[in-house]
């Protein structure tokens, strides 16, 4: 189920809402959040959501192994064997086919018989869940927090509907209080409404067009492709990439709120960076401030020389490209964007930094879209024909931008753009400021007409491609 879905709009969420709001005591609240996000997760996955659960509780038995009063040496014992079950439980279901695959062209090569191993599924949201699972015993283990002992509480910060599936990665320290003593006030669910809304728009009428355009130019031969019409294909999915998870993001944020949660932002307008390490403080921020204080500052950060610097910056992006996917894409990915994060270290960043803001900018962009391209590759020789096709090196092309081009493109594409700079946040911010009464109205009915629009689209529409599921 997709917040995009008829089926989620129309019935799951206003259900949840009423219910929400109908029963009065926290417990009956969370009791409700907990069986809908329970239910939310098994619509899609049926009795994959045993997985989840089997989670929950290895998680729940860790932190109480580990409470304040436990042995330092039987905390550390405990913290290594969660790490190894929530990481094993993350390997096996997405890596074990990737590993496989690989190690057979190893014994392909050596003369020996292939290992066959079928197909396993992949849980949607596995790798959020897991990584939540495994902030909270870390900041048990740490002290950051102390071990909640009621299970039921615990298994709803693990499976809350509202950023199970695509995040954003929340902390237990984040929502700690709210599981506890929360409310539902009429400026939450007002506010929180609207940040649902424009996550609906952003996904439904900018990502889910531009997709369209995308997937036809990455699933035509990238060596029948013009240079514009190729950089059409990837200016459009880097459009839709950050659409459809911010999106989702401001959904999760809004529903949040409706409900008494306050998530943290996830996006901060990625695509106005002027260098790699400004996107990464932008671009989902719940991931990379979770590689950092997890992965990135215990294995020494920049503490210690530039090269020990460089090569964790190195192992930090690996993890991150194998994160997104059990690709090799992937994996490149995220060695790339940790090679310019190591040049930006270097005497290329202090000349990068004198430069025009034009120019750091379009550096940003330009690294960042290339990337993307292996992002969007099913695999490697598709990449490197796309690369090609980008320099006009395909002399066989038959597909031109032109082909793909019309009025509601090219409006998407505009309205793509204008929502990629922080001009919304400002007219937003100088309205409350300036208590622009009618103005407010204005933006108000403009949201619900969007809201409506995004419904009507919602409804007429089959095609509602979401990335992050595979993630």
Known sequence: MVFSSTTFLFVFLPLVLLLHLAVGSLGWRNAVLLTASLFFYAWGEGPVVLVMLLSIGVNHVAGIAMREDAEPKRSKR????????????????????????????????????????????????????????ISYIVDVYRKKVAAQPNIYKLALYISLFPQLIAGPIVRYLDIRNALEKRQVTIEG????????????VKKVLIADTLAY???????????????????????????QIYYDFSGYSDMAIGL?????????????????????????????????????????????????????TFLNLGIVFFLCGLWHGASWNFIIWGLLHGAFLILERTIFGKIMDRLPAWLQHSYLLLVVVISWVFFRAEDLPQAWDYLQAMVGAQPAATYYAALFLNQEIILTLLMATFWALPIYPYFEQQIQAKKWVVLDGVRLVGLLGLFVLSLATVIASTYHPFIYFRF
């Open 189 to 200: 669910l007002s506010k929180g409404g609207q940040r649902f809304i424009i996550g609906l």
């Open 213 to 239: 355009v995308a997937d036809q130019l990455f699933n035509v031969p990238a060596t029948a492709l013009g240079p514009g019409a190729a950089w059409l294909g990837i200016i459009c999915y880097s459009f």
């Open 256 to 308: 949040g709120r409706m409900l008494g949660f306050q998530f943290l932002e996830n996006f901060n307008y990625p695509y106005i960076a002027r260098s790699l390490r400004d996107f990464w403080r932008r671009w989902h921020i719940s991931l990379s401030t979770w590689f950092r204080d997890y992965l990135y500052i215990p294995l020494g950060g920049n503490r210690g020389s530039k090269y020990r």
């Open 78 to 133: 405990t913290l290594i064997i969660a790490l190894i079950f929530n990481l094993s439980l993350l390997a096996f279901f997405k890596y074990a086919n990737f590993l496989v695959d690989n190690l057979n062209v190893v014994l392909e090569g050596l003369g020996v018989h292939f290992i066959y191993l079928p197909q396993i599924h992949l849980p949607i949201g596995i790798s959020f869940f897991t990584f939540q699972a």
